[in-house]
């Protein structure tokens, strides 16, 4: 009898046993469904030859902003997918060197300056339209304001603007001749479409982030194969 009884006793606690510990909840009421994304970074182009990575400035910089949306998933609200729009830009400043976009050479020209005037401030920019596109882990999905985040992500543009501008020439010994200021708009040289890889982890607002271009910034045959990456802060509440 005590043995059936003990018996009785262990199967009627198995089911508690063996019941597997539920997930905690959360409440995610109160946790923005959309959100601004903003970048700024420091800007840099791969594969460029010596003659010209060797006269972009450390000062070339990008600003990217994008409107978000987060949808968290629902087994397990650590991990969302999130996309938007925005706009991503990007300036890189030469020193003593032309970029002849306005030119009508199949080649693009890159012209070196040291031997004649030159501009103190020189840039190509450019400017595209977003969708981008992230897998996001935040370690507290009621407030990642307080938590740690992650995300990895892609994103595709289309290019809206690309110019060069100059300001305040010199001439080769340095002193300033003229205070006018050249600029030049054409698309002709540039890939009008653009594919990124992007990466980012931080803490709360804050996280520092990574992007990488799948694709040349410049036509087949224009110019070398060379890509934009860029490496900075964001600004968000996911």
Do not use: C
């Given at each position: 009898m005590?043995?059936l009884?003990?018996?009785?006793?262990?199967?009627?606690?198995f089911?508690?046993f063996?019941?597997t510990?539920e997930?905690?909840k959360?409440n995610l009421a109160?946790?923005?469904?959309?959100?601004?994304?903003?970048?700024?970074?420091s800007?840099?182009?791969a594969?460029?030859?010596?003659?010209?990575d060797?006269?972009?400035s450390?000062?070339?910089r990008?600003?990217n902003?994008?409107?978000m949306?987060?949808?968290?998933f629902k087994?397990?609200?650590k991990?969302s997918?999130?996309?938007?729009?925005g706009?991503?830009?990007?300036?890189?400043?030469?020193?003593?060197?032309?970029?002849?976009?306005?030119s009508?050479?199949?080649i693009l020209?890159?012209?070196?300056?040291?031997?004649?005037?030159?501009?103190?401030k020189?840039?190509?920019?450019t400017?595209?339209?977003?969708v981008?596109?992230e897998f996001?882990?935040t370690?507290?999905?009621?407030?990642?304001?307080?938590?740690?985040?992650?995300?990895?992500g892609?994103?595709?543009g289309?290019l809206?603007?690309?110019?060069?501008k100059g300001?305040?020439?010199?001439?080769s010994?340095g002193?300033?001749t003229?205070?006018?200021t050249?600029?030049f708009?054409?698309?002709s040289?540039f890939n009008?479409s653009?594919f990124?890889a992007?990466?980012?982890?931080?803490?709360g607002l804050f996280?520092?982030?990574?992007?990488?271009?799948?694709?040349?910034?410049f036509?087949d045959?224009?110019?070398?194969?060379?890509?934009?990456?860029?490496v900075?802060?964001t600004?968000s509440?996911?």
């Open positions: 005590r043995k009884l003990v018996i009785i006793i262990v199967f009627a606690a089911p508690a063996a019941q510990p997930k905690p959360y109160d946790r923005a469904a959309d959100h601004i994304l903003f970048q700024v970074s800007d840099h182009w594969g460029a030859p010596d003659s010209i060797s006269r972009i450390d000062l070339s990008g600003g902003i994008y409107i949306l987060d949808k968290p087994g397990n609200p991990m997918f999130a996309f938007g729009v706009v991503g830009t990007s300036s890189i400043f030469f020193k003593r060197m032309l970029v002849q976009i306005e009508v050479n199949p020209p890159f012209v070196s300056l040291d031997t004649t005037s030159y501009f103190k020189y840039k190509l920019a400017t595209f339209l977003e981008p596109l996001r882990y370690s507290n999905p009621e407030n990642p304001n307080r938590a740690f985040k992650a995300a990895i892609l994103k595709g289309l809206l603007n690309a110019h060069t300001k305040t020439l010199k001439n010994a002193t300033v003229n205070n006018y050249q600029k708009l054409t698309k040289y009008t653009r990124a992007t990466a980012r982890v931080g803490y996280s520092i982030f990574g992007a990488y271009n799948l694709t040349s910034l036509k045959g224009v110019a070398a194969d060379m890509k934009l990456y860029q900075g802060l600004v509440g996911l």
